[in-house]
């Protein structure tokens, strides 16, 4: 990695822990607080594609670890690993590096918004929700499919920010003079 791309990936994990500023909302019976750093997650992989946007949010975890609180909340510590969104944090470099690849594989579809939402929603979705619904049936000894029933509720929030997320991709893209292609004229 050159100075760029370390500062990239800075970046968006300043960008992903600043979202945690938003309020979270808990659902009760879930356990698991909905938050705005979920759109840091597919933003960081729609933008600077599958390494460094996993990179980006491995260093979000890595924040986490040591005992920052940069969760939404003003979470952080080894604890936050254990508890029910221990799977859906896990899920956040999977998610992303998922998005960003569907980003490079797919460059010349990227600058429509329906291929970008479709690539954030597979991303930030069908990744990343497996891992979290999996451990929260395992921590929480709650049945699989009932798990899975919980977390459906996050889904329309999570397809708002994926078309977010895909907007803004593109919108950065165009601002900076940079295709969707992650060639030599990459981000």
Same mark, same amino acid.
């Given at each position: 990695m050159n100075t760029r791309d370390t500062v990239l990936v800075a970046l968006f994990a300043a960008f992903t822990v600043a979202l945690a500023f938003f309020p979270p909302i808990t659902i009760p019976l879930v356990g +698991?607080? /909905?938050t705005a750093q979920s759109l840091g997650v597919m933003l960081a992989g729609a933008v600077l594609g599958a390494n460094r946007g996993a990179l980006s949010m491995g260093l979000v975890l890595a924040l986490v670890a040591v005992g920052l609180p940069v969760l939404a909340g003003g979470r952080g510590g080894l604890g936050v690993f254990m508890g029910p969104t221990a799977g859906y944090l896990v899920g956040w470099p999977l998610a992303a590096y998922a998005t960003g690849l569907l980003f490079e594989r797919f460059s010349g579809k990227a600058n429509y918004l329906v291929f970008s939402s479709l690539f954030c /929603? +597979? !991303?930030g979705i069908f990744v990343m929700h497996p891992v979290g619904v999996l451990w929260l049936s395992i921590s929480g000894g709650i049945p699989l499919d009932k798990? *899975? &029933?919980?977390t459906l509720v996050f889904v329309p929030g999570? *397809? &708002?920010k994926a078309v977010a997320a895909a907007y803004i991709a593109i919108q950065v893209r165009k601002a900076l !003079?940079?295709?969707?292609g992650y060639g030599a004229n990459r981000i």
């Amino acid at each position: 990695m050159n100075t760029r791309d370390t500062v990239l990936v800075a970046l968006f994990a300043a960008f992903t822990v600043a979202l945690a500023f938003f309020p979270p909302i808990t659902i009760p019976l879930v356990g +698991v607080p /909905i938050t705005a750093q979920s759109l840091g997650v597919m933003l960081a992989g729609a933008v600077l594609g599958a390494n460094r946007g996993a990179l980006s949010m491995g260093l979000v975890l890595a924040l986490v670890a040591v005992g920052l609180p940069v969760l939404a909340g003003g979470r952080g510590g080894l604890g936050v690993f254990m508890g029910p969104t221990a799977g859906y944090l896990v899920g956040w470099p999977l998610a992303a590096y998922a998005t960003g690849l569907l980003f490079e594989r797919f460059s010349g579809k990227a600058n429509y918004l329906v291929f970008s939402s479709l690539f954030c /929603i +597979v !991303g930030g979705i069908f990744v990343m929700h497996p891992v979290g619904v999996l451990w929260l049936s395992i921590s929480g000894g709650i049945p699989l499919d009932k798990a *899975v &029933l919980g977390t459906l509720v996050f889904v329309p929030g999570d *397809v &708002l920010k994926a078309v977010a997320a895909a907007y803004i991709a593109i919108q950065v893209r165009k601002a900076l !003079g940079a295709t969707m292609g992650y060639g030599a004229n990459r981000i």
